[in-house]
């Protein structure tokens, strides 16, 4: 079937979330590991921060940026009248 | 659709209502051992209790869900609520490494550890992201459909029945291990008849019910495994830290570890037994440069030793020396491997890690390469996870595309409350031991541990290196699986939750073997029988194949099992790195690239696979030892992060031949487009599955 403009549309917005998304699990997972040793030299809560964060501020962050994907998309799917109906 | 909206829900809150009562019924059960262990029960009781009561649970649930319908065998009838779906996902991916292993990696590794935790967590959101909200729309039964269908004939269906079996094979081989080993250790029984127990648990679960069965029985696994893991944490936690929730208040904890850590590095009774060690270490690497010599002038000096023993006249010092001749090596090669042995000792001879220093080395050279391998794991874990065809196959149940993205959340979220518990657990258990068993005399250890010192040195070895009748910390040997069995134990608690851990570990370990065998078992009948060689088999018939071939899948798994396959580790690290680099590139391009081609796909998973592999096989010892030519590693990356290559090249290689080959036909593209829209009104392409 031929695809509409705010069909296109849809698709690029959920690349752009999809990208911003990615890049934020990028930075709390590669980008944190590789500095951790300097992360280490700051307590937070008496943990040194680049232990906590390989521990549980980056799984916290993962199921954050999960919830928040699905949440963004669910309402994108509405605004664009994609969704499926209330299939709970 | 009213009417359908209707149902699900009220479907929802049914399967609500009857899990709420599950829960609090094995609340119940647990209150009820423990009432009993009061009075008497015994603890060999106790774990037939909670072996066989769970067992019979799966089993009334497997029996209950018995179906010979294609969706419902296949994919649940596609209307597993996102909750639900979610827990069995954590279950299903939660093995019995995880459960079991997890936390005593952690306790040994102390920082370096935690890649396989970020490694294990991470991967959710590639799933999310990228793959499970247009595996879902595309909705049909596995994996190699999706690759077939999208890139067209049965040469990726091949490669994609082949990968999808070899990696959930080996993991599976790993779960029925950990089966056999938990049943043998709480009940007593043979690891034989253990793995048989097991077995029989894991195919009443699968058999009869297919997927169906198999999600409802990982909810109810779920449930007793969280519950297992938490229990003994939140009490270790409790007097420890003060705080019922240990996981925010550890960092403290965390702290004094360091300084403990410190305190031992510094000790002159520790440095003592660090001392001997390393000098038994010199020693036996001095005796490897020339073993004949050295066994010749050792048997020399205990044939002195007797002799001049007798001419002492000293009853006591002869037979000492006469007991130490006879156990004296006979041959030059027995005289070796003690030699080996004991040069091997100079790993105990280091002062004890800092728990929470991340990549130690002894310099930078070494720091560098320590972060390049934490990097290689974190990265083929998460992407070995979202290509993992057992995880992947789960979202094709949910009654929705937005179900199934709140479905990987949920299923994230469950498998949070134990990946960020582990970590806590390794923590608390280091501190207790480095308070309460360090510096205790020899004549009165610490309860939990002379207690598991005798029932399996290979977990707990402790002995008194220097004589002083004090333990060192040098002097412990500790497994990894010792911790989680363990805790119960040192926060004091009764055996009942001992048997509760068991009960655990158990359900870990069968629900993710249920999923696998149903994986492999489904790529078997579906993909390779009634795609390639039969499509005409009626359902029925498609439905009994693949039972069949089930047990027969299982049975060799577990005999496979049965010889004990050592390092189950790497087997397991190598299944995420294989399955990266197969199957993750093909998938995501499928989805997001238009262009990508039939030759680009095959190619592409050939080159993938064929670098991972290529790569392992020449650095990894177990093959290097039987005759591959021996290979420097790549910047230092071990063997078991090769899909740091494998996918790279892959990714690359599709990319480079789509675009030399011809685009893809209209129907492929229309394809893409269908599974890229939850819902397109007049979308003609219908291709989900019933």
Known sequence: MQLTEKHQEYWRKNLVYTAILLFVWFLVTFVEAWYARQLNQITFFGWPLGFWFSAQGSLAIYVVIIGVYAWLMGKLDKEYQVDEGDLE | ?690
């Open chain 2, 1 to 690: 659709m009213s009417s359908q909206a209707f149902s699900h829900a009220e479907f929802n809150r049914q399967l609500k209502k009857n899990y709420s009562w599950y829960t609090g019924g094995f609340i119940l059960f647990i209150l009820a051992l423990a009432a009993a262990e009061q009075m008497g029960m015994s603890r060999q009781w106790i774990g037939y209790w909670f072996l066989f009561a769970t067992i019979g649970l799966y089993a009334g649930i497997g029996i209950m869900s018995r179906t010979s319908e294609v969706a419902e065998y296949y994919v649940a009838g596609r209307r597993v609520p996102a909750f639900f779906n979610g827990m069995a996902t954590g279950a299903d991916w939660m093995s019995a490494a995880s459960f079991i292993a997890m936390a005593g990696g952690l306790f040994i590794g102390g920082f370096d550890g935690l890649a396989w935790v970020m490694g294990w967590t991470g991967g959710y959101c590639l799933v999310a992201l990228f793959l499970a909200p247009y595996l879902r729309k595309f909705g049909q039964f596995t994996i190699p459909d999706f690759l077939a269908e999208r890139y067209g004939g049965n040469i990726v269906r091949t490669i994609g029945i082949i990968s999808a079996i070899t990696c959930s094979f080996v993991y599976v081989v790993a779960q029925i291990y950990g089966v056999g080993l938990i049943t043998s250790r709480f009940t007593g029984l043979e690891f034989g008849v253990g793995v048989f127990v097991g077995l029989g648990g894991i195919l009443v679960c699968s058999m009869l019910g297919g997927m169906r069965a198999v999600t409802w029985t990982q909810v109810a696994q779920y449930i007793i495994l969280i519950i297992a893991y938490l229990t003994p944490v939140v009490w270790l936690g409790i007097k420890h830290t003060g705080v019922p929730v240990p996981q925010l208040a550890y960092g403290y904890t965390l702290q004094k570890v360091g300084e403990l850590e410190k305190k031992i590095t510094a000790d002159p009774k520790e440095q003592e037994v660090r001392k001997i060690f390393a000098d038994r270490a010199a020693a036996g690497r001095e005796a490897l440069k020339d073993p004949a010599k050295a066994h010749a002038e050792g048997k020399a000096s205990v044939d002195k030793a007797v002799a001049d023993a007798k001419a002492s006249g000293d009853a006591a010092r002869l037979a000492a020396a006469e007991k130490a001749q006879a156990a004296y090596p006979t041959s030059v090669a027995a005289a070796t491997s003690t030699y080996r042995r004991e040069a091997g000792l100079a790993a105990r001879a280091a002062p004890p890690r800092v728990h929470a220093e991340a990549y130690p080395g002894k310099d930078e050279k070494t720091r560098d390469t320590a972060r390049l391998n934490f990097i290689g794991i974190v990265f083929c874990m998460m992407f070995g996870t979202a290509a993992l065809p057992h995880i992947l196959m789960r979202y094709y149940t949910t009654p929705s595309v937005q179900q199934a993205r709140v479905s990987v959340f949920w299923s994230l979220f469950f498998i949070f409350l134990l990946y960020f518990t582990a970590p806590c657990l390794a923590v608390l258990a280091k501190f207790d031991m480095y308070t309460n068993l360090v510096g205790s005399s020899f004549a009165s250890l610490p309860a939990w541990a002379a207690n598991w010192a005798k029932v399996d040195p290979s977990l707990l070895n402790i002995t008194d290196i220097n004589k002083d009748g004090i333990v060192q910390w040098a002097e412990v040997v500790i497994g990894q699986d010792l911790i989680v069995l363990s805790t119960p134990e040192i926060a004091g608690l009764p055996y009942v939750v001992s048997g509760l851990v068991a009960a655990g570990g158990l359900a870990a370990a069968l629900s993710t073997a249920d999923g696998l065998l149903l994986t492999i078992s489904n790529a078997l009948s579906h993909d390779l029988y009634y795609k390639m060689i039969d499509p005409t088999a009626s359902t029925s018939k498609r439905v009994t194949i693949s039972k069949v071939l089930l047990v027969v899948v299982a049975i060799v798994a577990a005999w496979v099992t049965s010889f004990k396959p050592g390092d189950i580790l790497f087997l397991v690290g190598a299944a995420f790195s294989l399955a990266a680099s197969a199957f993750f590139p093909a998938l995501v391009i499928g989805v997001f690239w238009k262009r990508a081609t039939k030759w680009g796909a095959i190619i592409g998973m050939a080159v993938g696979l064929g670098i991972c592999i290529y790569y392992m096989l020449r650095t990894y010892p177990f093959f290097t030892n039987m005759g591959v030519p021996k290979m420097d590693l790549w910047f230092g990356l071990n063997p078991v992060s090769a899909g740091m290559f494998g996918l790279p090249a892959g990714l690359l290689t599709i990319i480079v031949v789509s675009l030399l080959t011809p685009a893809p036909s209209k129907e492929v593209q229309d394809l893409v487009e269908h599974v890229r829209y939850p819902h397109l009104k007049g979308d003609t392409l219908v291709s989900e599955a019933r």
